[in-house]
C-alpha cells in the first residue's frame, strides 16, 4: 500500500499510529481536567508533533490537539497563552472554515479565556460573534448554542460587575 502523510508503512500501521495518538490525547485530556496541567502539558506537546507527523500540520484532528494545548497553556498562565488561543482558532476557521463546530469551539474557547482573563470586552464581543453562528450552524436549541449563550451571559455579567 502507499504511504500516508510521511508515516511508513502499511495502512493497517497507520490506523494503529493514529488509535495510540488518540488514545495519548485522552490520557492528556483526563489529565487537564483533573487540573494536572503540569502533567498534561508536556504529554499534550508530543501528542501535537506526533499528530503533525502522522496525520499531518492541517488535518481536523492535529487542529484539535493544537487548540487542546493551548488551552492548557492559557489555564497554566503562559504569557504567550491567549495569543496562541487566538492563532488556533485563526488556523481553524481558515482550515476549516468560519461556521466548522471545530472552529466555532476554538472561538468559545478563546472568548472564555478572555473572560476568565477580565478581557470582558473581547470576551463579549467573541461570544456575540459565536452565540450568532452557532445559531446560524446548529439552532438555537443546540447544546454548544446554549453553552455559548451562557458564556455570553457571564461575560456580560461579569462586564456590569466592574465599577
Known amino acids: 500500500m502507499a ?84 492563532e488556533e482558532y485563526r488556523v481553524r476557521a481558515l482550515e476549516l472554515g468560519p461556521d466548522d463546530p471545530r472552529a466555532l469551539s476554538a472561538q468559545e474557547a478563546l472568548a472564555t479565556a478572555h473572560r476568565l482573563r477580565e478581557g470582558t470586552d473581547e470576551a463579549i464581543r467573541l461570544g456575540e460573534e459565536v452565540v450568532a453562528a452557532r445559531e446560524r450552524v446548529l439552532g438555537t436549541a443546540h447544546v454548544d448554542t446554549l453553552v455559548s449563550r451562557l458564556g455570553l451571559g457571564l461575560s456580560c455579567a461579569q462586564a456590569r460587575a466592574v465599577p
Open 3 to 86: 504511504r500516508r502523510l510521511g508515516w511508513p508503512g502499511t495502512r493497517r500501521e497507520h490506523d494503529a499510529a493514529v488509535a495510540e495518538l488518540a488514545a495519548r490525547h485522552a490520557v492528556a485530556i483526563e489529565h487537564y481536567r483533573a487540573g494536572r496541567v503540569a502533567t498534561a502539558l508536556p504529554l499534550s506537546s508530543k501528542i501535537v508533533l506526533s499528530c503533525r507527523t502522522v496525520l499531518g500540520e492541517r488535518h481536523p484532528d492535529t487542529l484539535v490537539a493544537e487548540g487542546n494545548l493551548a488551552v492548557a497553556y492559557v489555564r497554566a498562565g503562559h504569557v504567550d497563552g491567549l495569543a496562541t488561543l487566538d
